[in-house]
């Protein structure tokens, strides 16, 4: 009942662990497979890899989680080695990310990740806090504009053989209209969305809360933004999307699903559920849908465009 594909591979359920939430250890990701997941996105590396930010990165309240722990990432020939022993330990497709800072670096990452041999490779367009940071002028905004982000699918595609898809932030005029120049320079699918710009303030201390002043949004608070956005790029692409942000339970991952959803992203939901909370999910889709007279995936995936 809860078998989706995305292009040409079958997903056991439609949840899909969101990039970076649980870091890059391959146990650990194998652990998530265990605990239900039907994908496994790595986190995003690029190619000589990146500290990150300082403490304090994550703030969080009951309705959102504010992030800015600024890419670190070991770089991308650990990133190889992860998902080379993942695919020695999962049968869950495995979507590689990346990042960089220019359509070139972009294609050279992503080659370099490919030669592992994930399933998908996943361009992480989208970063919401390191767009004025000194060296990655421009990162972080390539999905805010349409030709921006194209020239950065025009090159991955033209160097790796891999499906590809993008992901795109809600930070801009028009996501349908991003999403639709990513198709046309050859993505294969969409990824939306990464978190939205926010920001938390110490009142007592009258000071951003964050080391980095602002952050990236996810959680409950994001899922409204989220489904109008896959609602938007549904209505504007034929490639597959995976709908993030903001998945909580079942009824959450089957709203998105109807927005257009083919798989649906959880990322910070595992901090307020646990490990678990991928099999929960899958539990509370399966009930939903039988009690609503639904036997496939595939009559969830767009119906509110009916
Ligand atoms: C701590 C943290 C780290 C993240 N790191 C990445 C990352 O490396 N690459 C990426 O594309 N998205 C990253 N994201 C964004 C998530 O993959 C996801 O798009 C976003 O959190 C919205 O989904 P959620 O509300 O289910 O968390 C990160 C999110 C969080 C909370």
Known sequence: MLVTSLLNRKLANPAVLASGIL???????????ECGAGALTTKSCNLRGREGFQNPTVVSTEHFMLNAVG????????????????????????????????????????SKLA????????????????????????????SSNPKAAAEVVEKVKEACKLPVFAKLSPNCASIAEVAQACEGAGADGI??????KGMAINAELKSPVLSNK?????????????????????????????????????????????????????????????????SLISEEMRAWMKENGYTSTKQLVGAAHE
């Open 115 to 142: 030669e592992a041999k994930p399933d998908f490779i996943e361009l992480d367009l989208s970063c919401p806090h390191l767009s004025k940071e000194k060296g990655f002028a421009g990162y972080g905004d390539f």
């Open 71 to 110: 890419l670190s990432n070991p770089g991308v020939e650990e990133e190889q080695e992860t998902v080379r022993a993942l695919k020695k330990k999962t049968k869950a497709p495995i979507i590689g990310s990346v990042f960089e800072s220019a359509p070139e670096t972009f294609a050279e990452v992503t």
């Open 191 to 196: 990824t939306a969305i990464n978190t939205a």
């Open 23 to 33: 870091g890059t250890a391959a146990l650990l990701l194998k652990y998530v497979e």
């Open 214 to 278: 602002s952050g990236g949004m996810s959680g409950p608070a994001l899922k409204p933004i989220a489904v109008k956005c896959v609602y938007d790029v549904y209505g504007a692409v034929e490639i597959p999307i995976i709908g993030t942000g903001g998945v909580l339970n079942g009824k959450d991952a089957i709203e998105m699903m109807m927005a257009g959803a083919s798989a649906v992203g959880i990322g910070s939901a595992v901090y307020w559920r646990g490990f678990r909370v991928f």
